[in-house]
């Protein structure tokens, strides 16, 4: 099945009534290939394209990062927004309501990072465009699908295999960066189990890039 990833499919998704969006999101621990890559970074101006009910926005903002977190749909942004206020971060956080496809943020940041986010555009342009608005020295941190031959079954939020036109492959993201304008530091595939529901887990193909684009 293709999906759109557009702004209907991604309300619906979120729907407190009906979507798909577990109820657990949002109280989950941030992504543990987030925490990895860069808790050795010193906090600056970030920006999480594609943040969701915010738990990696939120995290940094506790790191010290100056976040802005941008998101389609208002549903998520709603939960996130109410987190960020009860941890006492609501200064830290910017919350934007757009679609990344065409979205301009009018400024570039120290670190970019993106978490298994996907609008309807074609992923590997869509990786082209948050890493325009990496500042010079700063960091490119993407997360995402792996594409591999199961890709194509379960959803788009990694449930199962997600749909092939939004996976891709550290190789694949690597080739979109300039060696003349990248230092790629990570570009990983990797395979764990993140809890979901209670004690059950769900198996997640991921591919993350770290590159640090040049001054």
Same mark, same amino acid.
């Given at each position: 099945?293709?999906?759109?990833?557009? !702004?209907?499919?991604?309300?619906?998704?979120?729907?407190?009534?009906?979507? @798909?969006?577990?109820?657990?999101?949002?109280?989950?621990?941030?992504?543990?290939?987030?925490?990895? #890559?860069?808790?050795?970074?010193?906090?600056?101006?970030?920006?999480?394209?594609?943040? +969701?009910?915010?738990? #990696?926005?939120?995290?940094?903002?506790?790191?010290?990062?100056?976040?802005?977190?941008?998101?389609?749909?208002? @549903?998520?942004?709603?939960?996130?927004? #109410?987190?960020? !206020?009860?941890?006492?971060?609501?200064?830290?956080?910017?919350?934007? @309501?757009?679609?990344?496809?065409?979205?301009?943020?009018?400024?570039?940041?120290?670190?970019?990072?993106?978490?298994?986010?996907?609008?309807?555009?074609?992923?590997?342009?869509?990786?082209?465009?948050?890493?325009?608005?990496?500042?010079?020295?700063?960091?490119?941190?993407?997360?995402?699908?792996?594409?591999?031959?199961?890709?194509?079954?379960?959803?788009?939020? +990694?449930?199962?295999?997600?749909?092939?036109?939004?996976?891709?492959?550290?190789?694949?993201?690597?080739?979109?960066?300039?060696?003349?304008?990248? #230092?790629?530091?990570?570009?990983?595939?990797?395979?764990?189990?993140?809890? @979901?529901?209670?004690?059950? +887990?769900?198996?997640?193909?991921?591919?993350?890039?770290?590159?640090?684009?040049?001054?």
């Amino acid at each position: 099945m293709t999906h759109s990833f557009d !702004k209907e499919y991604w309300d619906q998704h979120w729907r407190p009534d009906g979507g @798909e969006a577990p109820v657990s999101m949002g109280v989950s621990p941030p992504n543990p290939h987030l925490v990895r #890559e860069v808790s050795a970074l010193p906090p600056g101006r970030a920006l999480d394209a594609g943040c +969701g009910v915010g738990t #990696e926005a939120i995290w940094l903002a506790a790191q010290g990062w100056q976040v802005t977190a941008a998101d389609i749909a208002s @549903e998520p942004l709603a939960r996130a927004a #109410e987190a960020a !206020k009860a941890r006492g971060l609501s200064d830290h956080v910017h919350w934007v @309501e757009a679609d990344l496809s065409s979205w301009v943020p009018g400024t570039q940041f120290d670190l970019v990072t993106t978490h298994y986010a996907h609008p309807a555009m074609p992923q590997l342009d869509f990786y082209d465009r948050v890493a325009s608005w990496v500042a010079p020295g700063g960091t490119l941190l993407i997360v995402g699908h792996l594409h591999t031959h199961d890709t194509g079954h379960g959803d788009s939020c +990694g449930h199962g295999q997600p749909p092939a036109e939004a996976s891709a492959t550290a190789a694949g993201i690597a080739a979109r960066l300039a060696p003349q304008a990248w #230092e790629i530091v990570t570009a990983d595939e990797l395979y764990r189990t993140a809890a @979901e529901h209670g004690d059950h +887990g769900i198996r997640l193909s991921d591919v993350v890039v770290r590159a640090l684009r040049r001054s």
